[in-house]
């Protein structure tokens, strides 16, 4: 074979898996606060009795090879953010995908023809748990919306702002949803 | 333990990994080793020696179990190896003449009966026996050879293990292995003493560079046999020995390193020898060109086919036009010499010339008093150079300023000189006669040859303002040869590949001599 470099090697695989990690990371906004756990072993798991699907996402790129000709520096690097820009993508669709079936802890605006409206927004969230915080101030979910959705979302304020009559409901609904987070912390507790 | 890992390196080794071992116990056994080598030229005779009772012995070397179907299948090189009898100069006109087969593994029972039925008819035929040697014998020999001198502290031992237990590409860890090599033949040593000992440093050579054997890591490969040559030398220059049974043993050595050499030299001249493996960053590709180019050269010097020079050259030209050779530091140094040295020789000079140029621009633009990114010194290998390019570009932080200065401004500058370049260095001396020129001196001769060497001076010096040229050509035409150690001092092959191995050891008494013997060559 002809020589080889295993300290440079390793550096250069050192820089381009952070270059890929830090756009994989910090590239999608979704992707961004999704906690990232690491199954340490075993090849199955389960969150109560729900096994959890695992997904694959699978980036790649093609690159010619010449003879004693390499990638130059900024391709190469460049090459890892954007697999790690990819791959992010495929990771928000996942999640995407995953949150398409409301719960608890997720819902989804369903788009209609119509403007997106406050009725609309109370609506997706009655079925969530809305936890409260020690300020007794309620913790709302995130929402993420496509660039489209949220162009509409800027042009039809006037559809989901705040009135009178809205902030009424709006308290009431998170009035109905303290008693719900009470209820549920009361049942915290130890029992014979 | 010793046993084991014995046993471990003899069956997990080629033929290739185990012939300088197998030399040096020729050698212990009084034997003469005329030629070791794996060429279409020796018909069978990978190893040639005279045995004390003047034989001559041909040794036939396999690194697998050698059974019915292995026999059969070198069975045409078995024939050349008994029927026809060897040629070298160092033979008398009449000698008796017998071959021997040698496995690191073993022989079936077969095979053996094979040997024993060809045996008879070949003595019928007039031809010498075929003698079967297994690995159960080569062990024992090997194990003997090397038995008293293993090491048996803990730091030693965790120094050798460290160096057994390596992937064997690219992972040579140079001063560590010279610093084995220097407690290993440590000491005031008799001659007895010293042939016993550089026995065993061969021995131990051949363990500890196993893998990169079966990696087939010949760049490698080559950097331990000259480190090894090169402290086989060393013990002997500190004991007074100039000529006594150790050249022998460093002959072994030297000709491993050049057949490493000219191992990577075969793989080079094959098509698309450097086309990158996998996804590869371009710096690395041409780190590895110009090393590889680099060794290529040094072969070519030494002694190799017109065609493979020629293809040398052909690549060494292509990659030049297209930028894709770096000279990555300082001890990119003797890299680029060795470039330099061959292109002359094939009448390029003009290349040879700017790429002298070019290093010598370099170290006036970068080496300075006042420059922020200086090129790496000599103690700086390759990978580690390549590596701190890299950390620069993708995590500049902001470092201590040092003071810098050059190791090569000197050697680069007198070579120049012997060139008649001075227009060229007349239009760079204000830059360059800024930087200051470093050179260490070891107190003895010896000292040369060490990796790691605690005697000496190191000096710091610029050029006078104005600079005499008249003083200039006289050091240049007069390298202070006489404080090299005797092999440096004679042998310019050894002192060239030296320089590879060792890329710090940059003083002009070397690379003068070596300019000297290498130029009137041309």
Not at chain 2, 199 to 208: D, E, G, K, Q
Request: proline share 5%.
């Amino acid at each position: 074979m002809l020589p080889e470099f295993p300290t440079a090697q390793e550096a250069i695989q050192k820089a381009w898996n952070e270059g890929f990690f830090k756009a994989l990371g910090l590239s999608d906004p979704l992707v961004a606060q999704v906690e990232v756990r690491v199954q340490k072993e075993g090849t199955k798991a389960f969150i109560g009795n729900t096994e959890i699907q695992f997904k694959k996402a699978h980036v790649e790129h093609q690159w010619k090879p010449e003879n004693g000709k390499g990638i130059p520096f900024d391709d190469f690097f460049a090459r890892a953010e954007s697999l790690g820009q990819e791959m992010a993508k495929q990771q928000a669709a996942i999640c995407f995908e995953a949150l398409s079936t409301p719960g608890p802890h997720n819902a989804v605006f369903k788009g209609s023809d119509s403007a997106f409206c406050f009725e609309d927004f109370l609506s997706s969230l009655e079925g969530m748990e809305i936890d409260f915080d020690e300020a007794g101030m309620p913790k709302w979910p995130a929402a993420f919306v496509g660039g489209e959705a949220f162009a509409s979302l800027r042009m039809n304020r006037k559809a989901w702002s705040l009135t009178e009559e809205r902030q009424r409901r709006l308290a009431e609904f998170v009035e109905r949803k303290r008693k719900d987070f009470d209820e549920r912390k009361a049942r915290r507790r130890l029992v014979d | 333990m010793k046993e084991r890992l014995v046993e471990d390196w003899l069956t997990r080794i080629n033929e290739r990994g185990y012939q300088t071992a197998f030399g040096q116990s020729l050698l212990a056994r009084g034997f003469r080793v005329l030629r070791i080598s794996h060429s279409p030229f020796e018909h069978g005779k990978d190893v040639l020696a005279i045995s004390p009772g003047n034989e001559v012995h041909g040794y036939q070397l396999k690194g697998v179990d050698i059974g019915v179907k292995e026999w059969e299948a070198g069975y045409g090189q078995i024939c050349a190896l008994v029927e026809t009898r060897p040629s070298h100069p160092a033979l008398p006109s009449d000698y008796v003449y017998r071959p021997f087969i040698v496995t690191n593994g073993i022989f079936t029972d077969p095979a053996l009966d094979r040997i024993e039925q060809h045996n008879k008819e070949w003595e019928r035929r007039g031809c010498p026996k075929l003698t079967p040697i297994g690995g159960k014998e080569l062990h024992r020999d090997l194990v003997n050879l090397a038995s008293d001198f293993w090491p048996v502290e803990p730091p030693d031992v965790r120094k050798f293990r460290a160096l057994y237990l390596v992937d064997g590409r690219g992972d040579f860890a140079a001063a560590e292995f010279a610093s084995f090599m220097r407690t290993l033949l440590a000491g005031e040593l008799s001659t007895k003493e010293l042939e016993r000992r550089v026995a065993a440093a061969n021995v131990f050579a051949s363990y500890l560079l196993g893998e990169f054997y079966r990696q087939e890591d010949h760049w490698n490969l080559f950097r331990g046999w000259i480190l090894t040559a090169a402290h086989l030398s060393w013990a002997a220059e500190r004991n007074g020995h100039q000529q006594a049974g150790w050249t022998e043993s460093f002959a072994l050595a030297k000709d491993a390193a050049v057949t490493a050499l000219s191992a990577l030299a075969t793989e080079c001249a094959t098509d698309f020898a450097f086309m990158p493996r996998g996804m590869e960053l371009d710096e690395y590709t041409c780190l590895r060109n110009t090393v590889a180019v680099g060794a290529w050269s040094a072969k070519c010097l030494i002694n190799e086919s017109e065609t493979s020079r020629r293809r040398c050259v052909e690549q060494i030209e292509c990659f030049a036009t297209e930028g894709r050779l770096w000279f990555w530091g300082e001890s990119a140094f003797p890299t680029l010499l060795a470039v330099v040295w061959l292109l002359e020789r094939e009448g390029r000079l003009k290349l040879a010339r700017e790429l002298l140029l070019g290093f010598a621009a370099e170290l006036a633009a970068n080496q300075h008093p006042d420059t922020l990114n200086p090129m790496t010194d000599p103690y700086v290998s390759a990978d580690d150079a390549l590596k701190k390019a890299i950390e620069a570009r993708t995590d500049p932080q902001k470092k201590r300023r040092n003071p810098v200065q050059s190791y090569t401004l000197l050697p680069l500058t007198l070579l120049m000189v012997r060139r008649n370049m001075r227009k060229e260095l007349e239009e760079l001396w204000p830059q360059l006669s800024l930087v200051t020129a470093t050179f260490f001196g070891p107190d003895k001769s010896w000292g040369y040859l060490e990796w790691h060497c605690n005697e000496g001076h190191e000096r710091d010096q610029t050029f006078a303002q104005p600079q005499s040229w008249k003083q200039l050509v006289e050091l240049a035409t007069t390298p202070a040869i006489e404080r090299l150690p005797m092999t440096l001092r004679n042998d310019w092959q050894f002192g060239l590949m030296f320089l590879l191995a060792v890329p710090h050891r940059i003083n002009w008494s070397i690379i003068g001599n070596v300019d000297q013997r290498v130029t009137a060559r041309s």
